[in-house]
């Protein structure tokens, strides 16, 4: 699944307007504090969006910050803003190409903040421990649009559980289905791809985050996805997928 979802976001789409969904978030349900944020960030970046929703809860100064499947770096640099010189945000993606994007432009922000308080690395998020990561050296974790994607979801927040400081929090959207997904859908690449064939149904998602110790999960806010390529809907049936946000 690596190879596809890296070729996926590596070589087929070339910007956010490639999306066959309406996975990303309705530029008019942005609030108006993201916008003077998004404004110093680099088109290229922003034109190489895939999240599905908003992670950037309130309050960040000074905070470590460490985003799973950062792709160009969007959310890095929003939340760079955020949590200001005293803070850090490490972003890790497996794909080169999305890696290249967000590396390019790190001196163009740099100049715009006024200070370099990111990091990016190459590295797959069910494999963390690989990476140079202190345990509980994180106090927010976040991910927008990524965990679906991953072949293996349980290691994923078993990692989040060691990274967090004791109080921490993971703060992530993601795309969930009503009911399991047939492997026939799973096996297809561009479904998969597009974040949605490895949706959890979205009580599989509440098993696990238990399981996973996250005892007290809390939907910060949901919406309906549109498929709005023809023959993806024709694939997918009467399947309804959601974007949640969860903290
Ligand atoms: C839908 S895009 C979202 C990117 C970014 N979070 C954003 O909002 O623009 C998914 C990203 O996750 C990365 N990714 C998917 N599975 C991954 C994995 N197992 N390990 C590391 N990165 C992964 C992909 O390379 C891609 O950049």
Not at 10 to 20: C, I
Not at 58 to 84: F, H, P, T
Not at 104 to 126: R, S
Request: charged content about 25%; hydrophobic content about 40%; aromatic content about 10%.
């Amino acid at each position: 699944m690596h190879d596809v979802v890296q070729n996926y976001y590596g070589k087929e789409l070339q910007s956010t307007n490639d999306l066959k969904t309406s996975a990303c978030c309705d530029i008019s349900n942005m609030p108006e504090w993201l916008k003077p944020l998004l404004a110093n960030i680099h088109d290229e970046v922003l034109n190489r969006y895939y999240g599905c929703g908003l992670v950037c809860p309130a309050l960040l100064e000074g905070c470590r910050i460490l985003d799973l499947g950062s792709g160009s770096g969007r959310d890095v640099y929003a939340l760079a803003q955020l949590v200001g010189e005293s803070g850090h945000v490490v972003g890790v993606d497996m794909t080169d190409e999305q890696l290249a994007v967000a590396k390019q432009h790190q001196a163009y922000h740099v100049e715009k903040f006024g200070y370099d308080n990111v990091t990016f690395l190459h590295g797959y998020i069910e494999k963390l421990d690989e990476l140079d990561l202190e345990a509980n050296s994180f106090d927010i974790i976040v991910s927008n649009c990524v965990i679906n994607l991953s072949p293996d979801k349980a290691s994923v927040m078993a990692s989040v559980q060691r990274l967090l400081k004791p109080g921490g929090e993971f703060y992530f959207s993601d795309v969930y289905a009503d009911r399991r997904i047939p492997k026939h859908l799973i096996d297809d690449p561009v479904l998969y791809g597009e974040c949605l064939s490895g949706a959890l149904y979205w009580k599989d998602f509440n098993r696990l985050s238990r399981d996973a110790g996250f005892l007290d999960v809390r939907l910060v806010e949901d919406r309906p996805l549109e498929i709005t390529d023809p023959a993806l809907a024709a694939k997918i049936g009467d399947i309804q997928f959601f974007s949640a946000t969860y903290r």
